[in-house]
């Protein structure tokens, strides 16, 4: 009964590494409960604790949330990562469902089969390229600020960085073009909680890998 | 220039630039889309539950899509593209949600959000499902629909009969209108059309069903002639699949 938000997800990325993230980026503690097999998650499933059966499941001020974006809009509106009105909403949110675009190519390459894996990636480097980087680039030139929206840290700042560094996962100089973004990156980074959760020994997850792939298939099958 | 043109449904300030309308003053949201339901349907039925009047333009072609992103009016050079407010906003739930907060139509406080976008998520995951059945090729057809009434009738429909049981109110939160019970009539509704006695097992989602399908603004949606849009029928699958190519 620590009062710390609980994440039940397996040790993996997937679907809860932005709700990681931005936990962390409110400076929001909290704990984990791994997945290892598939009785676990039939565990939550007959407690009833999973809405529509699925993880991640977050408990979280006496709630047991389910669905990524709820989790997420609820701690952003918790903890002020928001915007102050309607309408720092409405860019807020077109920012981040772009960028949770962008993630989800990314995040789905390694499922992909082994003959269409380099075409799959391949696009996602080209639509970061093409598609989403150059918005950001362009958001930040317009206004000048450090921040994507009304001049303050927001969930929209949280996921670009996490955008990027998964990126720059499978492409190092992804950002050559993008100086803007490179200053973005590097001030976002030094932010003390954020600094934080990139230490190693942080909840930050590694990328997957394939050798974790069948055991992960085996308890969300 | 603005320049008043006479419609049959009255006049209407238009901003003409070249040889093309730009703008509208009528200050009613335009909705960017393909004429079918799609990503953008969800929006068309919470603007009309919300008693807001809108505009459409149809994209016909691959050309009408390509207008719009050497025109620079779509942030991921994607549709939905909503103007609304001065704003060119894309992605659907950035719109659902800006809508959603304008009308008062997204809970009272940060508690009712959660639920309210916990059951909209739900209904997402199952809304996806759907909207792509219309665009399967025929030998997967059938599987494809056992596999969304399976998930309807086992995960989803069960989760939104036992919330109004528990609480026993007309609306799924807050005992108000919001964009969960909209979102759910509108699935309930696509459901039905796939398999007439989906609700057979659901007596409170039916009797929620005919309480929404009463409300004026639904009501009138729900009129032959309303921007609701049909099921795309087979022989105009290409023509739409060739403009999103």
Sequence with gaps: MSGKPVLHYANTRGRMESVRWLLAAAGVEFEEKFLEKKEDLQKLKSD????????PMVEIDGMKMVQTRAILNYIAGKYNLYGKDLKERALIDMYVEGLADLYELIMMNVVQPADKKEEHL??????????????FEKVLKDHGHDFLVGNKLSRADVHLLETILAVEESKPDALAKFPLLQSFKARMSNMPNIKKFLQPGSPKKPPLQEKEIPNLLAIFS
């Design 48 to 55: 009833g604790s999973l809405l529509f059966q699925q993880v």
């Design 122 to 135: 391949a696009n996602a480097l080209d639509k970061a390229a093409n598609r989403y980087f150059p918005v």
